[in-house]
């Protein structure tokens, strides 16, 4: 049973920097995801003067619950949405002047929701160029706290930000919120607040946050569902076996549902204590689905739809047109470079089996376009990337990994 080392959440690694990073004490945390956005994070919280301490297994991070120890820094964010989202809200809760930038793909994606809700809650934020994107300066004086309402119809990162400031405010914090995308990172966002001794109530559409900090602890990071999504999807699609330890009943990421679409179109999933197994049958039904909160497997199902046998249509995904590229239309122009016949409209895709011909794909320096369709090159090879090596964003060693699992499953 070929089992794969799936490398930590991006997620996952990205909050507990933060919740340890405003801790009070020291915490240690394991098997954290080492990638160009997890390096960016912590890189980031150096800068603003916290002490990170790295070895290849764990991270050690000095928490300081009254913000940032230096009076003035310059954080670049580099391609990293979590990055550029969560530390300007954890800059605010010190003392001092703070400048934020981003690479030219992070810098088009949208923050306005965000920085609208900080400077309701007085915070003296300014964009520097364009309205709603980096680069931006934060003047910090803490944050007072209260009530904001918040749209995070675009990005669920925004409340998440937000929430994870809220301990950190001197009374608390109540966010109304008005629309709400990727529902279960939010989950995930409050339990592992839990796990740093805060508590999150949600009433209806209200979330309130308690004033009273944090408490370091030592945080085990589990294995990125998102990423396990190309393995899964690689069983289904080749009639063989994949198997993820450390991903299973307990997980926190909402993204291995994607094993309940695998098991409508036919596959054979097994979810345990600590394990999730994906069989293929040799059989790939067609389906129409709902991806509004696992919209990141968005791209893993496009890859796989046309060796469907009908018609697959993914809807409500609105939001991955602002995500490191148009995923959405990114996905559809690829398919349709394999000969494959697509359709679009505005939060939805229609993907018709077809019989895809090699092709040469545009990624947009996006790593999830590459991982997805590595996997419809298992069934067309000769598929080449104008830029193989974006997925060090997330997951360095993708390449080799999959080259090995191509190796243990049928031809």
Known sequence: MPAVDIPGSKSLTARALFLAAAADGVTTLRRP???????????????????VGRTPD??????????????????????????????PALAATGHGTYRFDAS??????????????????????RHEEAEGHHPLTVRA????GGQVTLDAGQSSQYLTALLLLGPLTRRGLRVEVTDLVSAPYVDITRAMMRAFGAEVR?????????????????????????????????????????????????ALQGDLAFVDVLRRMGAR?????????VRGTGRLDGLTVNMRDISDTMPTLAAIAPFASGPVRIEDVANTRVKECDRLEACAENLRRLGVEVATGPDWIEIRPGRPAPADFKTYGDHRIVMSFAVTGLRVPGITYDDPGCVRKTFPGFHEAFAALRGRLPG
Not at 37 to 47: H, I, K, M, N, P
Not at 269 to 277: K, L, Q
């Open 33 to 51: 995801l080492r990638s160009d956005d997890t390096e960016g994070f912590a890189e980031g919280l150096v800068r603003l003067g916290y002490r």
């Open 58 to 87: 764990t991270w050690q991070i000095d928490g300081r619950p009254q913000g940032p120890s230096v009076a003035e820094a310059d954080v670049f964010c580099r391609d990293g949405a979590t990055t550029a989202r969560f530390l």
């Open 104 to 125: 030219p793909q992070m810098r088009r994606r949208p923050l306005l929701p965000l920085t609208r809700a900080l400077r309701d809650l007085g915070v003296d934020l």
């Open 141 to 144: 004086a803490g944050v007072d």
């Open 202 to 250: 949600r009433e209806g559409d209200v979330f309130v946050v308690p004033p009273g900090g944090y408490r370091a602890t030592t945080y085990a990071i589990e294995p990125d569902a998102s990423t396990a999504s190309y393995f899964f999807a690689a069983a289904a699609l080749t009639g063989g076996e994949v198997t993820v330890p450390g991903l299973g009943e307990g």
């Open 269 to 277: 999933v097994e979810v345990g204590a600590d394990r999730t197994t």
